[in-house]
């Protein structure tokens, strides 16, 4: 079953503008990893945020966490065409133990327009 | 090229035909997991494996679902005996799980691979 749900299930922007995606969840997490996946095509690792942290960065990436809120938000700067694409949200419930399968979301699928 | 890698990319089959794709992992990845992805959805877990031990199955993975990681470096999926609701994206991604001094448990970030496009007629 899927853990979260992105927000919006779709996002059309203009390039140039910026995109905003939340993803909640229900369980506790150990960790949360934004991926995105160009259609039909396998997924790419975005960015992974730890449980104790609040907020990371990579280039024009900014991943926020608030587990009190079981949310997280990812925010594309300055879009490109190229940023056109699904993104997922993945959680990692696991603190230790055996288990290690990623549970995701439904994605939000992003269309830039150039 | 040092990805995951998976064949075939595509595999049409007539419905009770037995199928197996293949994964090969980053080389020094010690988990191994095979996820099912339909249209408009996100990726579900089927199974994955620590080297060469199956740790864990969803019940997605029915009784005609198996898979193998016979060395703890590739691993295959087979189906038997196929079924239209079988079609899907077949998913395999690898990671390298270790405990971080002073984390809140370990990392597990996973490395996707291209995916096998599965279609049952």
């Known amino acids: 079953s899927q853990q979260g749900e992105e927000d919006p299930q779709a996002l059309s922007i203009q390039e140039g503008e910026n995109a905003t995606m939340n993803c909640s969840y229900k369980?506790?997490?150990?960790?949360l990893q934004w991926y995105r996946q160009n259609s039909g095509r396998g997924l790419v690792h975005l960015i992974l945020i730890r449980s104790n942290e609040r907020e990371k960065h990579s280039g024009r990436l900014r991943v926020t966490l608030d587990t009190s809120k079981k949310s997280s938000s990812l925010l594309i700067t300055a879009s490109r065409a190229a940023d056109t694409a699904s993104y997922f949200c993945?959680?990692?419930?696991?603190?230790?133990?055996?288990?290690?399968?990623?549970?995701f979301g439904k994605g939000t699928k992003l269309s830039v327009k150039p | 090229d040092t990805g995951v890698s998976q064949d075939p990319r595509h595999k049409i089959t007539k419905r009770g035909q037995n199928v197996t794709f293949r994964c090969d992992p980053i080389?020094?990845?010690?988990?191994l997991y095979w996820y099912r992805q339909t249209l408009g959805q996100g990726p579900e877990f089927l199974t994955y494996?620590?080297?060469?031990?199956?740790?864990?199955k969803s019940r997605l993975l029915s009784d005609r679902f198996s898979a193998e990681r016979p060395k703890g470096s590739f691993s295959t999926l087979e189906i038997q005996r196929t079924e239209q609701g079988d079609s899907a994206m077949y998913l395999c991604?690898?990671?390298?799980?270790?405990?971080?001094?002073?984390?809140?448990?370990?990392?597990?970030?996973?490395?996707f691979g291209p995916g096998t496009r599965l279609t049952v007629l």
């Open positions: 991604a690898s990671s390298l799980v270790s405990l971080l001094a002073g984390g809140p448990g370990y990392h597990n970030e996973q490395f």
């Open positions: 080389s020094e990845h010690n988990r």
């Open positions: 494996f620590q080297n060469e031990a199956q740790l864990e």
């Open positions: 369980t506790s997490i150990n960790n």
């Open positions: 993945a959680t990692d419930g696991n603190y230790g133990g055996s288990q290690g399968n990623l549970i």
